[in-house]
């Protein structure tokens, strides 16, 4: 017997470590079922489950369990990322506790603790997982470090190398002064920064007394300045182009030059070109054939090597002294002096305040500082050719359609591709170099002697390069590496390509094209057929979740307090391909209710004798009811399929709880309570079968993103033994003999019970009062079908009888339409009409003032303009919902008007 209560805690352990023990995830290359692949997005080895991952996992679980039951050959890949940075300063910081720091143990021992961490501690996500109940194929998990995915790499690397596509070149990079490395555009975080815009006076050359005035944010790389910018059709400075001015504080002669990268509109109209510190600045650079000098060194302090030889005294305008006072001094602390020394040589127009976004390291949490650098590249434009032919063809297609877009505006413009970082942590660069500066590129350091000695006729001492390669190298080989190649194995001829990509659009660029970028180039074929792109998980107001505005949500407490499957069927609910998620912990819980339900509905039955009947066909049911509730499973499966293919999860979660909530247990269980209590019929046992057929059937339906309830029971109501529905077939639908006759019957049923219900609900009328059904204008059929279900009309709506009202028969009520009749509820012996009305006038007017006063909000265009989208939003739906309110008050006083 079924307990009293669901109690998930107390069989998902067990249930989980049932399936993964007999090996119920596995994929199996040798079979001779059409593959269905899944590649996992590999969380960092350091991460920790979030509820962005519950929302990426739910969506591939319910994909996976879907097509495995279809009779699929399902791999779903597991694995994990070494998360280069991220890894490397959680183990620098447990060091530093220790007192011990990385560069006094060096790079060998360094790197001997990092496995020892990840032995002990990198798991930690992929244990969370299980508990979410995700059906990965544990065994053929992988790591981005492992041996088998390194070899991958340094081949991936040496070949892109002899073919000209990897190259070593001097360009800017996102460098963060803290750990001291190249980062990717991903790990930086733009931030709203209150700061200033100095207006500096750099004289003209020739001119005395005249000056040209320049807007910046970043006085300290002033030193590096050499060139100033203006509009080649700003009136102000037209006479300016071609001359020079005069560097303060350096005393370096530096070109006027003409480029539309100036803004008229922004600043002075005349800006500053410091090539090697600004992005903007460097193509301004390029343009103009400028010098390039660096003026802040690796960790953000003045250097002056690159400037020295530029060092003039100029009375009022130039000191070299000062200058040299500067080296080695902190960015921030530079900018206070360098500005204090320009206002004493009053070369400072004005300093007017201005916020502006400034590029943080998302770890580190310092201010990023665009840096020229030698680095590793990749030639992006060159391997994003395929790939955009790949999409603009359909050989992979996003879902929804408008990503494309994204992905088309990246990488139709993309820039080389910066894959080096100077970490310990990572795949080192394969890269040795001679005491000449010779480069050999090679898969072993023997390959790289064999070279050097053949272009050189003479052994010599080669050092690796000390590099290793941006984390995104090797997981952009994801979809490959992990089936073996660059061996020919069984895997990689079965499941590559995969079928479907499941992740979020802020990695489009840095995970979804390099994967496609790489795949086509090295297998010859896209690495997936469709990528789905989900949004992002939000709070349940739409705000973005962040610890200092405290509504991050943990998904394994929910677990804990809710059951893994209300979870996913939350998130599954609300998961809109493209959209946002708003979560919240009632959404969760109302779910929870919903697995309660169907509990209670498998407790019903089992209490009214109903269990597993291999010999029930239901090809043979006579009665409408058990041929309604199995036309009914029939739309559902239906629907479920086509939201599913579609990438619906929010279609399938509202098909499969529409149908399981009011079809079979607000409606059949109750039409099916007379028979089920009534002696022994061939009606009772049809109804019984129908039961306990249909009930298998929602299980199945919903074992894809409810797990753990519909396998406990199936398994505890004994439709096969423990573990075994996972493997069961999915449902399909069967043909029922007068299924139309039977749904007409039934629809007509349920309209007329759920209209008497809520025009009682609407006039408060308690559910002990019972009061007669008077038709007008009703058909000899509906009459039928009322004499025909007269039980279940007086028990489910209160009706004392359903009859023709009778001639010169005028009661005053509440009038409703079903079908072709106007039905009557006489009430007026029952509450006071006129009362009703005035309380339900006054409940309208309301709510038409409340809804008066956010359209007028939403009509102001300053509030739309200024207030945060999600407020927007929420206003708009507060407006949706008092107009719903609205119109159901009217057409209450409308039944009651006479």
Known sequence: MLDKTLSPASFEQRLYEGWEAAGKFGAHPDSTAAPFTIMIPPPNVTGSLHIGHALTFTIQDTLIRWRRMQGRDALWQPGTDHAGIATQMVVERLLAGQGVQRREIGREKFLEHVWAWKGESGGSITRQLRRLGASLDWPRERFTMDEGLSQAVREVFVTLHEQGLIYRDRRLVNWDPKFQTAISDLEVESRDVKGSLWHLRYPVEGEPGRFIVVATTRPETMLGDTAIAVHPEDERFRDLIGKFAILPLVGRRIP??????????????????????????????KRHNLAMPSVLDADGAVMLAEIEGDLTAIEGVADPAFVRGLLGQDRFAARKAIVAELERLELVEQIEPHSHAVPHGDRSGVPIEPRLTLQWYCDAATLAKPAIEAVETGKTEFVPKHFENIFFSWMRDIQPWCISRQLWWGHQIPAWYAPDGSVFVARTEEEALAQARQKLGADVTLTRDEDVLDTWFSSALWPFSTLGWPNKTAELEKYYPGDVLVTGWDIIFFWVARMMMMGI?????????????????????????????????????????????????????????????????????????????????????????????AGFDPAKVRTPLARWILDASNTAI??????????????????????????FCDWFLEFAKPALNGPDSAEKAEVKGAAQYVLGTILKLLHPVMPYLTEELWDRFGYGPECSLIGESWPTPVAIEGAAEARAELDWLVSLISAVRGVRAEMNVPPSITVPLLLQGASPETLARGARWIDAIRRLGRATEFRALAEGEAPKGAQLVVGEATILLPLADVIDLGAERARLGKERDKALAEAAKVEQKLANADFVARAKPEVVEENRERLTGYQAEVARLEAALARIAG
Not at 265 to 278: L, N, R, Y
Not at 526 to 533: A, E, G, R
């Open 521 to 613: 180039h090295f297998m010859g074929d896209v690495p997936f057929k469709t990528v789905y792109i989900h949004g992002l998980v939000r709070d349940e107001k739409g705000q973005k979740m962040s610890k200092s505005k405290g509504n991050v949500i943990d998904p394994l407490e929910l677990v804990d307090s809710f059951g893994a499957d209300a979870l996913r069927f939350a998130i599954a609910s609300l998961a809109t391909p493209g959209r946002d998620v708003k979560l919240g912990r009632k959404r969760v819980e109302d779910f929870r209710s919903f697995g309660t339900k169907i509990w209670n509905a498998a407790r019903f039955c089992e209490m009214n004798g109903i269990g597993p009947d």
């Open 256 to 285: 006027i030059v003409a480029d539309e990268y100036s803004d008229p509109e922004k600043g002075s109209g005349a800006v500053k070109i410091t090539p090697a510190h600004d992005f903007n600045d460097f193509a301004v650079g």
């Open 638 to 663: 239906a629907e479920a399929n086509a939201a599913l293919e579609a990438y619906r999860m929010d279609d399938y979660a509202s098909a499969c709880y529409r149908f399981v909530w009011n079809s």
